[in-house]
């Protein structure tokens, strides 16, 4: 999830207020105050605009970690409480990104915290800066670089247990360390250091620290008492173990890059310089009356010797002579013991302060960045604090003139770049009075007039020179300069000034007055060094000694006078200076909480002191002098947007259009902001503190939206999920009842259904059992009676066929006997006819022969062939007549083929003979005979394959007058009624059409009439016209039914249609159908279907025949169903 970034503001949470200029009201008391209350809660940083106040808190602060060093990275300057942090991540970004040359100033008095602050800045810039392990390597060994600076240039002192004596830039290139720049070392703590205070840390860490072994390659002893260089005093310092920080510094210097031999030789000259202390002088008078110098106790010197390789009497004799070489003339002058002491001394602190430098540049060497391009820099200026002690003499007028130098820049570039922004921004600028030091630093530097040039007049100025003719020329020129104060000036107001004693002077530093001792002012100017000396040291056996007198070289000897002090620090400031003004500064400005140098001491009075002379206030004052607070439109916006509807919560125009919106509906009165090109300028930090009262109490109205929008939103949530809950819960509580419900009705609902099904199923088992019983019955009934019948007509059938087969013998017989006759006369026949044919062919032949001899041989073939043909013909016929089948029409034998190119005649022939034997079968019948099979073919014709009956028929023959009228007395009126010859005389069963039930009727077919007649008493009951029968209808089955349809309308019709049930149906129906036809000369019509309609009377009947009922056994029964249907069930 993308990190929701959170914009915070320097208002947020501040403990009184975190940047000055927004003090209301505006007063030294109200500053201090605001001071100490952050002080108090441990807030140590303050701003004044984009100047950091630092107080010196004395004690680890929880808030140098890590985790802050990524809270102030890349946030904005205002956007979290004052941080050094912070200025340091601005100082970095317009390095990195703006590629603008930085520098951080960090000034105020000793102890106030500087060094620290230069190195929290440093492990800051180290944090975010490059990664690599290259960059990595080179930022360790810079920040390395510190405790080994440390130790060798810093010491104890009254008002500091680490103060820096030196002067000391460090410079960042855009994303690497680059190079340490130290100057102004204040050498003359090597030999002498005011009480209470210490030489610098690296004698006594060599001292406590180093083995025994160490020591005595050393040739020194762990008794800090042996060694006059160190004062004792103050020799330990609270907190602070030599021991182990010796300890440290060896360790860094192996990280920074320092070889075994290097460190060796470093510590060997530091030894050396603690030696040289111990050499002591004694006079001794001389031939020519002059004092002369003798060492002591030589072996100090030998030792020193030893340790430096130097030959032991050059050295001797360097302490005890000056040559002094003068237009190619050298003068050799003994030096008193004074001299001596003063050449001792000098040795010693040119020995360390060469020493140091030798150091920086060897520390250069190895974190030198790589590339030869130049960058831009991040320079970070730690410098030694302004000082007032009880005794000030040249060393601190040094450094207080470095601190007065550093606090015109200050004032110079802070007002510029004040003024700039309001040039930038389009602002109008007001002037603003504030105390320039400007003057102060014209006092000492002044090329004419300055303290510098007076001292440096003094040096070169042949004759008597003396610490008090400087005073006396001070005292001349600078007498009427406001900042300088004398008693022997010739300033009437400084005459009885107790406070000033004769040999001093005073100058009013930005800082305060700090009174300078003369004394020693000329020689430290001085700085000589004796020529023999530096040649004794070039000479040394010791390669890092010998380096570091270069000018010791006689090759090389210039003879102009080295430079003095004071012009050289005066170059190095200037150059400090000036290279200062190329970069875009930011200040870090330290003050000092106490004396004591206890955390959570806040003397009031101290810190006013320093708030004073660092010019804090009118620094405020610069600051506010148009506009306290200032802020880019899109912050601006941001912050205050929630306090106008128009804005909040988005807006979306240019932020400035934003800004201009707030403003007006917040109704601040015009002349209380200005809105420049990219900020808002407000005048008033009141106006400020108004919109942040404001923000605050929007925000709490916000915030208790904003909860009471959550709050209404979870319950909501919650009663919602509840009610979801609650249905659910219900849901399933009702489908479960219901579905015990229906689980409850599903089982009695198949028990009633068990039972109700049982119930009907025992019920239609009783039923199918009584009706299995019934069919078994009638079946055995039937099968009885049909037995019977069957056995009846099996007996008679049995005596017609004997009576048939008697009749076939006989027939046999007598057509055997005929044909034989006919045969027989048929051969004779044929053998004549062949005789006859033989002969005639013979005589053909002849004839032929005869007649065609002549063509003979022409026609030979063809009749050949003819002849073959006919002859083939002829045995082919002859054979045939041998094989002829017997002429019955249904003999289906008929010989084989003998050629294949007969095929067809032998198919013709078979024709042509099959209907031959049909006719000469044909021709055998009767008249009578020719009538059955007329009637026996019609009856085919219209039954054949159509009714199930038909193939029955076919061997009966048609007798017609089955009924026997003429012979029966009891027809005797019948037969006197009908006139007309009888076809049919027969006893039919006429069905009742009301019940269905059979009455008998002899049915007499006429050659126009058909007649019905009762049986018993052969009176005629009907008598129907042929030409009133329209149709005779039945069924395709096995049964007897018919009807006789008559023509609607005639005279028969009255009582509708007859149905009749006949054993003769075929013959009947045959007869009928043939008369009909030979009557009217019209085919009656036959429909042969199982449902047919019948006219009875007005009702049409449908006769419907069913097969497969056997409940009369073979004989078909007719049953009335209903009005309309009759049912006629076939076996
Ligand atoms: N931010 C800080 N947190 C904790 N202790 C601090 C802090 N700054 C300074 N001190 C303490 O104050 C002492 C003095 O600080 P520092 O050496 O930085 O002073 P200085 O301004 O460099 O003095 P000088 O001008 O004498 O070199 C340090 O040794 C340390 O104990
Ligand atoms: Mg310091």
Same mark, same amino acid.
């Given at each position: 999830?993308?990190?929701?970034?959170?914009?915070?503001?320097?208002l947020?949470?501040?403990?009184?207020?975190?940047?000055?200029?927004?003090?209301?009201?505006l007063?030294? &008391?109200?500053?201090?105050?605001n001071?100490?209350?952050?002080f108090?809660?441990?807030?140590?940083?303050?701003?004044?605009?984009?100047?950091?106040?630092?107080?010196?808190?004395?004690?680890?602060?929880?808030?140098?970690s890590?985790?802050?060093?990524?809270?102030?990275?890349?946030?904005?300057?205002?956007?979290?409480?004052?941080h050094?942090?912070?200025?340091?991540?601005?100082?970095?970004?317009?390095?990195?990104?703006?590629?603008?040359?930085?520098?951080?100033?960090?000034?105020?008095?000793?102890?106030?915290?500087k060094?620290?602050?230069?190195?929290?800045?440093?492990?800051?810039v180290?944090?975010?800066?490059?990664?690599?392990?290259?960059?990595?390597?080179?930022?360790?060994? /810079?920040?390395?670089?510190?405790?080994?600076?440390?130790?060798?240039?810093?010491?104890?002192?009254?008002?500091?247990?680490?103060?820096?004596?030196?002067?000391?830039?460090?410079?960042?290139?855009?994303?690497?360390?680059?190079?340490?720049? /130290?100057?102004?070392?204040?050498?003359?703590?090597?030999?002498?250091?005011?009480?209470?205070?210490?030489?610098?840390?690296?004698?006594?860490?060599?001292?406590?620290?180093?083995?025994e072994?160490?020591?005595?390659k050393?040739k020194?002893?762990?008794?800090?008492?042996?060694?006059?260089?160190?004062?004792?005093?103050?020799?330990r310092?609270?907190?602070?173990?030599?021991?182990?920080?010796?300890?440290?510094?060896?360790?860094?210097?192996?990280?920074?890059?320092?070889?075994?031999?290097?460190?060796?030789?470093?510590?060997?000259?530091?030894?050396?310089?603690?030696?040289?202390?111990?050499i002591?002088?004694?006079p001794?008078?001389?031939?020519?009356?002059?004092?002369?110098?003798?060492?002591?106790?030589?072996?100090?010197?030998?030792?020193?010797?030893?340790?430096?390789?130097i030959?032991?009497?050059?050295?001797?004799?360097?302490?005890?002579?000056?040559?002094?070489?003068?237009?190619?003339?050298?003068?050799s002058?003994?030096?008193?013991?004074?001299?001596?002491?003063?050449?001792?001394?000098?040795?010693?602190k040119?020995?360390?302060?060469?020493?140091?430098?030798?150091?920086?540049?060897?520390?250069?060497?190895?974190?030198?960045?790589?590339?030869?391009?130049?960058?831009?820099?991040?320079?970070?200026?730690?410098?030694?604090?302004?000082?007032?002690?009880?005794?000030?003499?040249?060393?601190?007028?040094?450094?207080?003139?470095?601190?007065?130098?550093?606090?015109?820049?200050?004032?110079? /570039?802070?007002l510029?770049?004040?003024?700039?922004?309001y040039?930038?921004?389009?602002?109008?600028?007001?002037?603003?009075?504030?105390f320039?030091?400007?003057?102060? #630093?014209?006092?000492?530097?002044?090329?004419?007039?300055?303290?510098?040039?007076?001292?440096?007049?003094?040096c070169?100025?042949?004759?008597?020179?003396?610490?008090?003719?400087?005073?006396?020329?001070?005292?001349?020129? #600078?007498?009427?300069?406001?900042?300088?104060?004398?008693r022997?000036?010739?300033c009437?107001?400084?005459?009885?000034?107790?406070?000033?004693?004769?040999? #001093?002077?005073?100058?009013?530093?930005?800082?305060g007055?700090?009174?300078?001792q003369?004394?020693?002012?000329?020689?430290?100017?001085?700085?000589?060094?004796?020529?023999?000396?530096?040649?004794?040291?070039?000479?040394?056996?010791h390669?890092?000694?010998?380096?570091?007198?270069?000018?010791?070289?006689?090759?090389?000897?210039?003879?102009?006078?080295?430079?003095?002090?004071?012009?050289?620090?005066?170059?190095?400031?200037?150059?400090?200076?000036k290279?200062?003004?190329?970069?875009?500064?930011?200040?870090?400005?330290?003050?000092?909480?106490n004396?004591?140098?206890?955390?959570?001491?806040?003397?009031?009075?101290l810190?006013?002191?320093?708030?004073?002379y660092?010019?804090?206030?009118? $620094?405020?004052?610069?600051r506010?002098?148009?506009?306290?607070?200032?802020?880019?439109?899109?912050?601006?916006?941001?912050?205050?947007?929630?306090?106008?509807?128009?804005?909040?919560?988005?807006?979306r125009?240019?932020?400035?259009?934003?800004?201009?919106?707030?403003?007006?509906?917040?109704?601040?009165?015009?002349?209380?902001?200005?809105?420049?090109?990219?900020?808002?300028?407000?005048?008033?930090?009141?106006?400020l503190?108004?919109?942040? &009262?404001?923000?605050?109490?929007?925000?709490?109205?916000?915030?208790?939206?904003?909860?009471?929008?959550?709050?209404?939103?979870?319950?909501?949530?919650?009663?919602?999920?509840?009610?979801?809950?609650?249905?659910?819960?219900a849901?399933?509580?009702?489908?479960?009842?219901?579905?015990k419900?229906?689980?409850?009705i599903?089982?009695?609902?198949?028990?009633?259904?068990?039972?109700?099904?049982?119930?009907?199923?025992?019920?239609?088992?009783?039923?199918?059992?009584?009706?299995?019983? #019934?069919?078994?019955?009638?079946?055995?009934?039937?099968?009885?009676?049909?037995?019977?019948?069957?056995?009846?007509?099996?007996?008679?059938?049995?005596?017609?066929?004997?009576?048939?087969?008697?009749?076939?013998?006989? +027939?046999?017989y +007598?057509?055997?006997?005929?044909?034989?006759?006919?045969?027989?006369?048929?051969?004779?026949?044929?053998?004549?006819?062949?005789?006859?044919?033989?002969?005639?062919?013979?005589?053909?032949?002849?004839?032929?022969?005869?007649?065609?001899?002549?063509?003979?041989?022409?026609?030979?073939?063809?009749?050949?062939?003819?002849?073959?043909?006919?002859?083939?013909?002829?045995?082919?016929?002859?054979?045939?007549? $041998?094989?002829?089948?017997?002429?019955?029409?249904?003999?289906?034998?008929?010989?084989?083929?003998?050629?294949?190119?007969?095929?067809?005649?032998?198919?013709?022939?078979?024709?042509?003979?099959?209907?031959?034997?049909?006719?000469?079968?044909?021709?055998q019948?009767t008249?009578?005979?020719?009538?059955?099979?007329?009637?026996?073919?019609?009856?085919?014709?219209?039954?054949?394959?159509?009714?199930?009956?038909?193939?029955?028929?076919?061997?009966?023959?048609?007798?017609?007058?089955?009924?026997?009228?003429?012979?029966?007395?009891?027809?005797k009126?019948?037969?006197d009624?009908?006139?007309?010859?009888?076809?049919?005389?027969e006893?039919?069963?006429?069905?009742?059409?009301?019940?269905?039930?059979?009455?008998?009727?002899?049915?007499?077919?006429t050659?126009?009439?058909?007649? /019905?007649?009762?049986?018993?008493s052969?009176?005629?009951?009907?008598?129907?016209?042929?030409?009133?029968?329209?149709?005779?209808?039945?069924?395709?089955?096995?049964?007897?039914?018919?009807?006789?349809?008559?023509?609607?309308?005639?005279?028969?019709?009255?009582?509708?249609?007859?149905?009749?049930?006949?054993?003769?149906?075929?013959e009947?129906?045959?007869?009928?159908?043939?008369?009909?036809?030979?009557?009217?000369?019209?085919?009656?019509?036959?429909?042969?279907?199982?449902?047919?309609?019948?006219?009875?009377?007005?009702?049409?009947?449908?006769?419907?025949?069913?097969?497969?009922?056997?409940?009369?056994?073979?004989i078909?029964?007719?049953k009335?169903k209903?009005?309309?249907?009759?049912e006629?069930?076939?076996?």
């Amino acid at each position: 999830m993308a990190k929701m970034e959170v914009k915070t503001s320097l208002l947020d949470n501040m403990i009184g207020v975190g940047d000055m200029v927004l003090l209301e009201p505006l007063s030294e &008391d109200s500053f201090i105050n605001n001071l100490k209350k952050r002080f108090d809660h441990s807030e140590i940083y303050t701003y004044i605009g984009s100047v950091v106040v630092s107080i010196n808190p004395y004690r680890p602060l929880p808030i140098y970690s890590p985790e802050k060093v990524e809270e102030y990275r890349n946030r904005n300057f205002y956007e979290l409480s004052p941080h050094i942090f912070s200025l340091s991540d601005e100082a970095y970004r317009s390095l990195r990104d703006q590629d603008k040359d930085q520098c951080i100033l960090i000034t105020g008095e000793s102890g106030a915290g500087k060094t620290e602050a230069s190195k929290l800045v440093m492990s800051y810039v180290a944090a975010v800066c490059g990664k690599g392990a290259e960059v990595n390597q080179v930022k360790e060994q /810079l920040l390395q670089s510190n405790p080994v600076l440390e130790a060798f240039g810093n010491a104890k002192t009254v008002r500091n247990d680490n103060s820096s004596r030196f002067v000391k830039k460090m410079l960042w290139q855009k994303l690497t360390p680059m190079t340490l720049s /130290l100057d102004l070392l204040e050498k003359s703590r090597v030999v002498k250091q005011p009480r209470g205070e210490r030489n610098f840390h690296i004698f006594y860490q060599i001292l406590s620290g180093a083995s025994e072994d160490m020591l005595n390659k050393l040739k020194l002893e762990r008794d800090f008492s042996r060694y006059n260089y160190l004062s004792l005093d103050s020799a330990r310092v609270n907190g602070v173990d030599d021991a182990v920080n010796f300890r440290t510094v060896r360790n860094a210097m192996q990280i920074v890059g320092f070889m075994d031999h290097e460190t060796q030789s470093i510590l060997e000259v530091v030894a050396a310089v603690l030696k040289l202390g111990n050499i002591e002088f004694k006079p001794e008078s001389r031939v020519n009356g002059l004092d002369e110098s003798k060492i002591k106790d030589k072996n100090e010197l030998k030792e020193i010797c030893e340790l430096t390789g130097i030959d032991q009497s050059v050295l001797e004799r360097a302490f005890s002579f000056r040559t002094v070489e003068a237009k190619q003339e050298k003068v050799s002058t003994t030096l008193n013991v004074a001299q001596a002491y003063y050449a001792r001394d000098a040795l010693a602190k040119n020995l360390y302060s060469r020493l140091f430098s030798w150091l920086v540049t060897r520390i250069n060497e190895s974190i030198k960045a790589q590339t030869k391009v130049r960058k831009k820099v991040m320079g970070v200026l730690d410098i030694y604090g302004f000082e007032i002690f009880e005794d000030n003499s040249f060393e601190q007028f040094i450094i207080n003139y470095c601190n007065e130098k550093l606090q015109q820049i200050f004032i110079e /570039l802070t007002l510029k770049e004040e003024q700039e922004e309001y040039i930038r921004e389009d602002i109008e600028w007001t002037h603003i009075e504030y105390f320039n030091n400007a003057i102060i #630093c014209d006092l000492i530097e002044n090329n004419q007039t300055g303290i510098l040039a007076m001292l440096d007049e003094e040096c070169l100025r042949p004759g008597t020179v003396t610490d008090d003719t400087f005073l006396e020329k001070l005292n001349q020129v #600078c007498a009427t300069h406001q900042h300088f104060e004398s008693r022997m000036s010739k300033c009437s107001r400084f005459l009885n000034d107790t406070s000033l004693p004769h040999s #001093c002077f005073r100058i009013q530093h930005y800082a305060g007055k700090v009174m300078y001792q003369v004394e020693g002012f000329v020689d430290k100017n001085n700085d000589l060094l004796y020529r023999d000396l530096s040649q004794a040291m070039w000479k040394a056996n010791h390669s890092l000694i010998k380096a570091l007198f270069p000018e010791g070289n006689p090759a090389k000897i210039n003879l102009k006078r080295p430079p003095t002090a004071g012009s050289q620090f005066k170059a190095s400031v200037a150059t400090l200076m000036k290279n200062l003004q190329t970069k875009n500064p930011n200040y870090i400005r330290c003050i000092k909480p106490n004396d004591k140098k206890a955390a959570h001491i806040f003397n009031e009075a101290l810190v006013c002191h320093q708030v004073r002379y660092l010019g804090l206030l009118e $620094n405020v004052r610069v600051r506010r002098a148009g506009y306290a607070f200032r802020q880019p439109y899109e912050l601006c916006l941001e912050r205050y947007k929630m306090l106008c509807k128009q804005t909040w919560p988005h807006w979306r125009g240019p932020a400035r259009a934003g800004v201009e919106v707030l403003f007006n509906e917040l109704e601040i009165p015009k002349e209380e902001y200005s809105f420049g090109r990219s900020k808002i300028f407000i005048r008033n930090p009141r106006t400020l503190f108004k919109l942040e &009262d404001l923000r605050k109490q929007r925000l709490e109205d916000l915030a208790t939206l904003i909860q009471k929008m959550y709050r209404g939103w979870k319950c909501r949530t919650h009663f919602l999920l509840m009610k979801r809950s609650q249905i659910v819960i219900a849901s399933w509580c009702r489908r479960y009842a219901q579905q015990k419900k229906y689980q409850r009705i599903k089982s009695s609902a198949i028990v009633v259904q068990s039972y109700i099904r049982g119930w009907k199923a025992r019920k239609l088992l009783r039923e199918l059992k009584h009706q299995k019983r #019934c069919k078994e019955a009638a079946t055995t009934i039937a099968a009885y009676w049909h037995g019977t019948q069957a056995r009846r007509e099996l007996r008679r059938l049995k005596e017609e066929a004997r009576n048939k087969h008697a009749i076939a013998v006989i +027939w046999a017989y +007598w057509l055997g006997y005929k044909a034989r006759r006919e045969l027989k006369r048929l051969k004779e026949e044929a053998r004549r006819k062949h005789a006859v044919a033989v002969i005639w062919a013979y005589w053909l032949g002849l004839k032929v022969r005869r007649e065609y001899r002549k063509f003979f041989r022409a026609n030979a073939g063809r009749k050949i062939y003819e002849f073959t043909l006919q002859k083939i013909m002829q045995k082919y016929f002859l054979e045939m007549k $041998n094989k002829m089948p017997s002429l019955s029409p249904v003999d289906k034998n008929w010989p084989a083929r003998p050629y294949l190119f007969l095929d067809s005649t032998h198919k013709e022939l078979k024709r042509i003979f099959h209907l031959w034997r049909c006719k000469k079968y044909r021709d055998q019948f009767t008249d009578q005979q020719k009538l059955i099979y007329e009637e026996k073919l019609e009856a085919s014709e219209l039954f054949k394959d159509k009714k199930a009956l038909y193939p029955a028929s076919v061997g009966q023959p048609f007798h017609g007058a089955y009924l026997e009228i003429s012979k029966n007395p009891k027809y005797k009126k019948l037969k006197d009624a009908v006139e007309e010859k009888i076809i049919i005389a027969e006893v039919v069963n006429k069905i009742n059409r009301a019940n269905g039930k059979c009455a008998s009727r002899i049915f007499l077919l006429t050659k126009n009439n058909v007649l /019905l007649a009762d049986q018993k008493s052969g009176h005629i009951k009907s008598e129907v016209p042929l030409g009133d029968v329209t149709k005779v209808s039945m069924s395709s089955q096995n049964d007897g039914f018919f009807a006789v349809h008559l023509k609607e309308g005639s005279g028969a019709a009255g009582k509708g249609d007859f149905l009749f049930s006949s054993d003769h149906l075929i013959e009947m129906a045959t007869k009928l159908y043939r008369t009909t036809l030979s009557q009217t000369r019209q085919k009656l019509n036959i429909e042969i279907s199982d449902e047919f309609l019948v006219q009875f009377k007005q009702d049409k009947v449908c006769v419907k025949f069913i097969q497969g009922n056997q409940k009369n056994g073979n004989i078909p029964t007719c049953k009335r169903k209903n009005n309309r249907l009759l049912e006629v069930a076939v076996p």
